[in-house]
């Protein structure tokens, strides 16, 4: 009896330890920027959080940052990010090739005309829709991948349910609005926060229009601060930290849409913004790559650059630990 007393004492003890030392743990954001393949040196940084031992408590990510970063989220581990990004051929992916079509120079079928399996001319008039005009690529390839790796979390009501809660940014193409999106089917998230408007179809969603989540807020810090987040490590993809602009042709002329924003780039104010609110910024130094860099040689040399970048802010990551 007394041995069970003291069992039941000690074990309320380390629950109250436990809980109080939960309590008084500073949480952790983690923002993952978009960049296209530039997005491989984000793998390399989480490589060094994760030696580190260094587990974000919240990610939230725009573009190929939310692919990252919703994929991470879900518990997949850096090895397993590495070895998807030197594995995928992410030109046949983001391009919709069909693999049954890549031998054959041209070809029509439904309504779309391929070559090497490429689609390079759109449906007839009679099927386009307007949505469909507004893309030449449907996501088909890349939004099975990510279906596939999502599966497990198929009809979750909130990414708040992921082994570690994660925020994904889409805009509203047609209310020029930044979207934070939190629940609904994962891969359908990271889809629309890809979707560079003219190259991706946009994701219907809600009576939205999606895209690319990076056109208002390539760097969400002010994101994963309102998860939560009391500390943030901010991975910015971006080499160019431009200045910010106040002339808008909405305002001057009357003129909106993608052209104002291509003026006026509302978002480099907030960049500038979010930049400055990380307490720990890591920006690798990816200059000579594009967001088409997919080659196998550009993809491993950029995980080195994200793991170098990281490593160079070992003094500030250790204090995490």
């Known amino acids: 009896m007394l041995r069970t007393i003291i069992i039941i004492i000690l074990t309320t003890l380390s629950s109250m330890m436990l809980a109080s030392d939960t309590a008084d743990h500073p949480k952790i954001g983690l923002v993952l920027g978009g960049g296209g393949a530039k997005g491989a040196a984000e793998v390399g940084v989480l490589k060094v959080l994760e030696e580190k031992g260094i587990r974000p408590d919240y990610i939230a990510g725009t573009s190929i940052g939310a692919i990252v970063g919703g994929l991470y989220a879900c518990g997949y581990s850096a090895a397993d990010l590495d070895t998807l990004f030197r594995t995928q051929e992410w030109l046949s992916l983001i391009g919709d090739r069909k693999r049954d079509l890549r031998n054959s120079v041209l070809t029509e079928r439904d309504g779309v005309v391929y070559i090497f399996g490429f689609p390079v001319r759109g449906h007839t008039k009679k099927t386009e829709t307007k949505e469909s005009a507004l893309g030449i690529l449907g996501g088909t390839n890349i939004t099975f991948l990510l279906d596939s790796l999502t599966k497990k979390y198929d009809g979750i009501s909130s990414f708040d349910s992921l082994p570690i809660p994660f925020r994904c940014v889409a805009v509203d193409l047609m209310g020029q609005k ?33 895209v690319d989540g990076g056109m208002l807020n390539n760097l969400p810090v002010d994101v994963v601060r309102a998860m939560g987040a009391d500390i943030v490590i901010a991975v910015d993809l971006e080499q160019t930290q431009h200045e910010e602009r106040d002339f808008s042709l909405k305002e001057t002329f009357g003129i909106g849409g993608i052209l104002d924003w291509a003026v006026s780039r509302p978002d ?7 930049r400055e609110d990380a307490d720990i910024y890591i920006n690798p130094q990816l200059a000579e790559y594009g967001v088409s860099s997919f080659g196998k040689e550009s993809i491993s040399t950029m995980i080195e650059r994200g793991e170098k970048a990281a490593r160079a802010a070992s003094e500030q990551l250790d204090r995490l630990r």
């Open 178 to 210: 930044e979207v934070i999106m939190d629940s609904c089917e994962l891969e359908l998230a990271m889809r629309a926060s890809i979707s560079i408007p003219g190259a991706f179809k946009p994701v219907k969603w809600k009576g939205k229009l999606l």
């Open 268 to 274: 480099w104010k907030k960049n500038k913004a979010n």
